[in-house]
């Protein structure tokens, strides 16, 4: 051969190996962004159930505080009246007392309410982070030359469905039949 062929076997060489190496890194790094798309996805569905999870026992140990402040105060009225009028209460036909009964503080609704909006708040946000990091990978998968490489490394290699977001049965419903009637907060 003659150093004017070789020369080109050398250049083709040279840029067969540079792609192989741009091909192969390419991989690596696709690979790669894919597993921690996927390890994110994962670990944020985790957050939603501990969210969740928290939420729900901050609505139910908060409930029982008026449940136990409510028995409380049954007995502190019960003995007060009992105290005043003995057992089986007064027997007068007229009876002109002013009475300070104790009363069931309504701030502790309140308080109940306040925990249920903050969790249901917090909730929510964890479920939109969740989405868009589903998006952001879906997305990434989908783009080329992404989807070339992540087909041949067999990604999504978790099952996306398995990490949808918790919805209620009026949403998903609603949401079938494109029909959302108004909220019926009071019954008639």
Same mark, same amino acid.
């Given at each position: 051969?003659?150093?004017?062929?070789?020369?080109?076997?050398?250049?083709?060489?040279?840029?067969?190996?540079?792609?192989?190496?741009?091909?192969?890194?390419?991989?690596?790094?696709?690979?790669?962004?894919?597993?921690?798309?996927?390890?994110?996805?994962?670990? /944020?569905?985790? +957050?939603?159930?501990? #969210?969740?999870? %928290?939420? &729900?026992?901050?609505? !139910?140990?908060?409930?029982?505080?008026?449940?136990?402040?409510?028995?409380?105060?049954?007995?502190?009225?019960?003995?007060?009246?009992?105290?005043?009028?003995?057992?089986?209460?007064?027997?007068?036909?007229?009876?002109?007392?002013?009475?300070?009964?104790?009363?069931?503080?309504?701030?502790?609704?309140? /308080?109940?309410? +306040?925990?249920?909006? #903050?969790?249901? %708040?917090? &909730?929510?946000?964890? !479920?939109?982070?969740?989405?868009?990091?589903?998006?952001?990978?879906?997305?990434?998968?989908?783009?080329?030359?992404?989807?070339?490489?992540?087909?041949?490394?067999?990604?999504?290699?978790?099952?996306?469905?398995?990490?949808?977001?918790?919805?209620?049965?009026?949403?998903?419903?609603?949401?079938?039949?494109?029909?959302?009637?108004?909220?019926?907060?009071?019954?008639?």
């Amino acid at each position: 051969m003659n150093k004017m062929a070789l020369g080109f076997v050398g250049v083709v060489m040279a840029f067969l190996v540079i792609s192989a190496v741009v091909v192969v890194s390419q991989g690596i790094g696709i690979n790669n962004t894919s597993i921690k798309f996927e390890k994110d996805i994962q670990a /944020q569905y985790g +957050q939603n159930k501990n #969210s969740y999870d %928290n939420y &729900f026992k901050k609505v !139910q140990e908060s409930a029982q505080i008026p449940s136990k402040y409510s028995d409380d105060l049954k007995s502190v009225y019960t003995a007060a009246i009992q105290g005043r009028y003995g057992r089986d209460g007064s027997k007068a036909t007229w009876q002109w007392i002013q009475e300070h009964n104790p009363n069931l503080d309504p701030s502790l609704y309140r /308080q109940i309410q +306040q925990v249920i909006e #903050s969790g249901r %708040n917090d &909730f929510q946000s964890n !479920q939109t982070t969740l989405l868009d990091k589903k998006r952001v990978y879906e997305t990434f998968i989908a783009t080329f030359p992404n989807s070339v490489y992540v087909k041949f490394l067999g990604f999504p290699k978790i099952d996306l469905a398995k990490y949808d977001i918790v919805t209620s049965g009026d949403t998903e419903q609603a949401f079938e039949t494109k029909r959302a009637d108004k909220i019926q907060v009071f019954s008639k």
